[in-house]
């Protein structure tokens, strides 16, 4: 099975920049989504296909993808932005869809 | 304006069996494949099933394969569920997830992107 590996946790202050690895053999030739989990809600798709953002969702959300490395940027980080993330890719060998264990953003 | 709910969550004991359902508006069900995914209370989402638009080809996690059967009725806009033989492990809420793509098709790296999701329906797998 393919496994993705993202940290548990990562702090940033207001106003710095955010980065969320999610780790995998060969990440780079899949496509890589990720979603954000605020308490109590539904996720949110915030980029998809490694760097698109959906409608509405800020610029200063980038994702970038290569090597065994996938990477979710958020700039200019707000207080709104605390929440859990998460990476997603599909394994085509497995027809499996495949999440990342996690990231919770703080806020500091 | 798209919308999900899910609906048929509850409680029931480890063996037991239950249909949860999902219907849809807001957009052409036919079209767009649809999953459903899992999140056990202060854990991560955790991927359970996915169907096609047509219902043709099917995908299951290997935790409920042959334990669960995904399906839908696409003149109904509904998308379901049918959980058998349920363990305490399986005690999550489930949300049903709509594929960002019109008619997708899948390579060997690239499938599912969920773009809307319902609120979720708890179940709860407890003696």
């Known amino acids: 099975s393919y496994v993705l590996t993202q940290p548990p946790s990562v702090s940033v202050a207001p106003g710095q920049t955010a980065s969320i690895t999610c780790g995998g053999n060969n990440i780079g030739y899949r496509t890589v989504n990720w979603y954000q989990q605020k308490p109590g809600q539904a996720p949110v798709l915030v980029v998809y296909?490694?760097?698109d953002r959906p409608s509405g969702i800020p610029e200063r959300v980038s994702g970038s993808n290569s090597g065994n490395t996938a990477t979710l940027t958020i700039s200019r980080v707000e207080a709104g932005d605390e929440a859990d993330y998460y990476c997603?890719?599909?394994?085509?060998?497995?027809?499996?869809?495949?999440f990342g264990g996690g990231t919770k953003l703080t806020v500091l | 304006e798209v919308q999900l709910l899910e609906s048929g969550g509850g409680l029931v004991q480890p063996g037991g069996s239950l249909r949860l359902s999902c219907v849809v508006s807001?957009?052409?069900?036919?079209?767009?494949?649809m999953s459903w995914v899992r999140q056990a209370p202060g854990k991560g989402l955790e991927w359970v099933s996915a169907?096609?638009?047509?219902?043709?080809?099917?995908y299951y996690a290997d935790s409920v394969k042959g334990r669960f059967t995904i399906s839908r009725d696409n003149s109904k806009n509904t998308l379901y569920l049918q959980m058998n033989s349920l363990r305490v492990e399986d005690a999550a809420v489930y949300y049903c997830?709509?594929?960002?793509?019109?008619?997708?098709?899948?390579?060997?790296?690239?499938?599912?992107?969920?773009?809307?999701w319902g609120q979720g329906t708890l179940v709860t797998v407890s003696s």
């Open positions: 296909d490694d760097r």
């Open positions: 997603q890719v599909w394994h085509g060998s497995s027809d499996h869809v495949v």
């Open positions: 169907i096609s638009g047509s219902g043709g080809s099917t």
């Open positions: 807001g957009f052409t069900f036919s079209n767009y494949a």
């Open positions: 997830a709509k594929d960002l793509l019109e008619n997708r098709s899948c390579s060997s790296t690239s499938c599912y992107d969920f773009d809307y």
